[in-house]
């Protein structure tokens, strides 16, 4: 009965994205190629003092997004340390200075890894105008990112990628905001929360006095799911009954994670001229998903483990009303995308249910990732995967017309050593230096050994991968965990960003070369299963060893 439960649950996220597919992948590229501007996007062009008629190089549109960044997380963190003199800080004060840089790198880096519980540490000031608007901005900083990409192989002898300034207006005013409204409207149908009650202090059946907290709940809901980006308005995240209330929302809520991810493909599709070419990267996409899903939950669903056995069943940490099914779909939708929501405390899988999410970010968080941070790193994949095929048969790759050169594979290749190089050494520097290494066995680790092994492993995890979910048993609120993580996140969204910039100058300038016979057709299945082996291999030839330090170790124990 449950793996039918499994296969009915698949059938229809399958079912919904390929009836939404085509329609929006069309809008969206419609929304970053057209040549008319809105005339509200107009009036921010004249305020911000921008001509929306210029594009820019790749050095101009990377400065655009470390600046805007910058502010970004200047405004975050200066909200959180003036929050007792703001309106509806709900008599809060001001989180510590190494928790507030961790928030503001947090929901600027598109993460929203959260050291600390929202409902007792941020007012609605704090979540409204700093975090939410976050939301907003670093997913449309991410869906520019990938389009500029997309425009360096579809542009020829070009200096320019397009306009970030553009791309980001457009990507929220015609994309994220009317999407997130309607969806907010869906989620305040289906009983998530939305008002400004503070806390309600109301008397239990055991006749104890508990305080509930309130909030505008569903506006942020919408845009964390849809932005790929994760932060819970409560400390439960979307396992609270307030965020998350039934079977239906959660369908709901994996939908929104997976909407634009797995819709860009066609946007790539479109813009280089090649719909096949947008098939073969949903393949890959939707390939590593479903095996993700399969394993994670016939692991859950076996339940090994003394607990479990006892019990009948992995339900710890779990909630009821979505069962075993319904938290290991949330789950793989929530690492694979980036989103680091969580609706189940993967804490509390089993050890080899455990190892599934963390694999999700190891690889990349390729099935499908983040907005336009899952479609941007599976096309550097797709440039390796190309320079590997022509080692092979001996010639020049080629990628959609455009060779891959010294350059090209140079930055490709320093993109992929980017993040093994922070989660390995986050997690080093966590057990090799005296002084941390005590702070983080005494005051973080819930539990000590192999599994406490796993949960720092996690976190840097999940911040050089920009998702922010946890293995929830780590206490992060420390001076070295907050200021660690928080740098690593910067790192892991920005320094990526400048090499796809800098691919897609490099590319943007080439002219197209036509295909020959020795060409690799890069949208036939010989292509899907290779993208997705090189995928696979790097990150297990990176993370093979740590992993069989942590997760691994404790599963076969």
């Given at each position: 009965?449950?793996?039918?439960?499994?296969?009915?649950?698949?059938?229809?996220?399958?079912?919904?994205?390929?009836?939404?597919?085509?329609?929006?992948?069309?809008?969206?590229?419609?929304v970053?190629?057209?040549?008319?501007?809105?005339?509200?996007?107009?009036?921010?062009?004249?305020?911000?003092?921008?001509?929306?008629?210029?594009?820019?190089t790749?050095?101009?549109?990377?400065?655009?997004?470390?600046?805007?960044?910058?502010?970004g997380?200047?405004?975050?963190?200066?909200?959180?340390?003036?929050?007792?003199?703001?309106?509806?800080?709900?008599?809060?004060?001001?989180?510590?200075?190494?928790?507030?840089?961790?928030?503001?790198?947090?929901?600027?880096?598109?993460?929203?890894?959260q050291?600390?519980?929202?409902?007792?540490?941020?007012?609605?000031?704090?979540?409204?105008?700093?975090?939410a608007?976050?939301?907003f901005?670093?997913?449309?900083?991410?869906?520019?990112?990938?389009?500029?990409?997309?425009?360096g192989?579809?542009?020829?002898?070009?200096?320019?990628?397009?306009?970030f300034?553009?791309?980001?207006?457009?990507?929220?005013?015609?994309?994220?905001?009317?999407?997130?409204?309607?969806?907010?409207?869906?989620?305040?149908?289906?009983?998530?929360?939305?008002?400004?009650?503070g806390?309600?202090?109301?008397?239990?059946?055991?006749?104890?006095?508990?305080?509930?907290?309130?909030?505008?709940?569903?506006?942020?809901?919408?845009?964390?799911?849809?932005?790929?980006n994760?932060?819970?308005?409560?400390?439960?995240?979307?396992s609270?009954?307030?965020?998350n209330?039934?079977?239906?929302?959660?369908?709901?809520q994996?939908?929104?994670?997976?909407?634009?991810?797995?819709?860009?493909?066609?946007?790539?599709?479109?813009?280089?001229?090649?719909?096949?070419?947008?098939?073969?990267?949903?393949?890959?996409?939707?390939?590593?998903?479903?095996?993700?899903?399969?394993?994670?939950?016939?692991v859950?669903?076996?339940?090994?483990g003394?607990?479990?056995?006892?019990?009948?069943?992995?339900?710890?940490?779990?909630?009821?009303?979505?069962?075993?099914?319904?938290?290991?779909?949330?789950?793989?939708?929530s690492?694979?995308?980036?989103?680091?929501?969580?609706?189940?405390?993967?804490?509390s899988?089993?050890?080899?249910?455990?190892?599934?999410?963390?694999?999700?970010?190891?690889?990349?968080?390729?099935?499908?990732?983040?907005?336009?941070?899952?479609?941007y790193?599976?096309?550097?994949?797709?440039v390796?995967?190309?320079?590997?095929?022509?080692?092979?048969?001996?010639?020049?790759?080629?990628?959609?017309?455009?060779?891959?050169?010294?350059?090209?594979i140079?930055?490709?290749?320093?993109y992929?050593?980017?993040?093994?190089?922070?989660?390995?050494?986050?997690?080093?520097?966590?057990?090799?230096?005296?002084?941390?290494?005590?702070?983080?066995?005494?005051?973080?680790?819930?539990?000590?050994?192999?599994?406490?092994?796993?949960?720092?492993?996690?976190?840097?995890?999940?911040?050089?991968?920009?998702?922010?979910?946890?293995?929830?048993?780590?206490?992060?609120?420390?001076?070295?965990?907050?200021?660690?993580?928080?740098?690593?996140?910067?790192?892991?969204?920005?320094?990526?960003?400048?090499?796809?910039?800098?691919?897609?100058?490099s590319?943007?300038?080439?002219?197209?070369v036509?295909?020959?016979?020795?060409?690799?057709?890069?949208?036939?299945?010989?292509?899907?299963?290779?993208?997705?082996?090189?995928?696979?291999?790097?990150?297990?030839?990176?993370?093979?060893?740590v992993?069989?330090?942590?997760?691994?170790?404790?599963?076969?124990?």
């Amino acid at each position: 009965m449950s793996i039918l439960t499994a296969l009915m649950a698949l059938f229809t996220v399958a079912a919904l994205i390929a009836i939404i597919y085509r329609p929006f992948g069309d809008y969206m590229a419609w929304v970053y190629t057209s040549t008319k501007h809105w005339r509200v996007e107009r009036g921010i062009f004249r305020v911000i003092g921008i001509d929306e008629g210029a594009e820019q190089t790749w050095r101009a549109y990377l400065r655009g997004v470390l600046a805007f960044s910058a502010v970004g997380l200047l405004l975050v963190y200066g909200l959180q340390r003036l929050q007792q003199f703001l309106p509806y800080s709900l008599g809060l004060g001001a989180p510590s200075a190494p928790l507030s840089f961790n928030t503001a790198a947090s929901f600027v880096g598109n993460t929203n890894w959260q050291s600390y519980s929202p409902e007792a540490t941020v007012g609605y000031t704090v979540q409204i105008a700093g975090l939410a608007v976050q939301n907003f901005t670093s997913a449309a900083v991410g869906i520019a990112v990938a389009v500029a990409l997309v425009r360096g192989f579809a542009y020829r002898k070009s200096g320019t990628i397009g306009n970030f300034w553009v791309d980001l207006v457009r990507g929220i005013v015609r994309l994220l905001l009317p999407l997130a409204t309607v969806s907010a409207i869906v989620l305040l149908a289906g009983g998530v929360i939305q008002n400004f009650n503070g806390f309600t202090d109301v008397t239990t059946v055991a006749g104890a006095t508990q305080s509930i907290p309130g909030g505008p709940t569903a506006s942020q809901e919408a845009i964390k799911l849809l932005g790929t980006n994760g932060g819970g308005f409560f400390n439960a995240n979307s396992s609270h009954p307030f965020e998350n209330p039934t079977p239906w929302t959660n369908i709901f809520q994996v939908l929104l994670m997976l909407a634009i991810p797995f819709s860009l493909p066609r946007t790539f599709g479109r813009m280089v001229g090649d719909n096949r070419q947008g098939y073969a990267i949903l393949s890959v996409m939707g390939l590593l998903y479903v095996a993700s899903f399969t394993a994670l939950t016939l692991v859950e669903l076996a339940g090994r483990g003394t607990a479990p056995e006892l019990a009948g069943a992995a339900l710890e940490g779990k909630e009821q009303r979505f069962g075993i099914v319904g938290s290991t779909l949330f789950a793989t939708t929530s690492t694979g995308t980036s989103t680091g929501a969580v609706n189940s405390m993967h804490d509390s899988y089993t050890a080899l249910g455990g190892f599934f999410p963390m694999l999700n970010m190891m690889l990349g968080e390729v099935s499908p990732g983040g907005v336009g941070s899952g479609l941007y790193a599976l096309l550097v994949l797709a440039v390796i995967a190309v320079f590997i095929s022509g080692l092979l048969i001996g010639r020049t790759p080629e990628y959609l017309g455009k060779k891959i050169g010294p350059r090209e594979i140079k930055l490709a290749a320093l993109y992929i050593l980017v993040m093994p190089t922070l989660v390995l050494a986050g997690t080093a520097l966590s057990f090799a230096l005296p002084g941390v290494r005590e702070s983080v066995t005494s005051e973080s680790i819930a539990n000590p050994g192999v599994h406490g092994m796993s949960e720092v492993l996690y976190a840097f995890t999940s911040a050089a991968n920009n998702n922010g979910s946890a293995f929830a048993g780590l206490t992060a609120d420390t001076p070295w965990l907050n200021t660690a993580l928080g740098v690593t996140i910067l790192l892991g969204r920005f320094v990526p960003i400048m090499l796809v910039l800098a691919l897609a100058g490099s590319l943007a300038q080439q002219d197209i070369v036509p295909a020959t016979s020795g060409t690799l057709p890069t949208h036939r299945p010989l292509f899907v299963g290779l993208l997705a082996a090189v995928t696979i291999l790097l990150s297990a030839l990176a993370f093979l060893p740590v992993l069989a330090l942590g997760p691994l170790a404790e599963g076969l124990m």
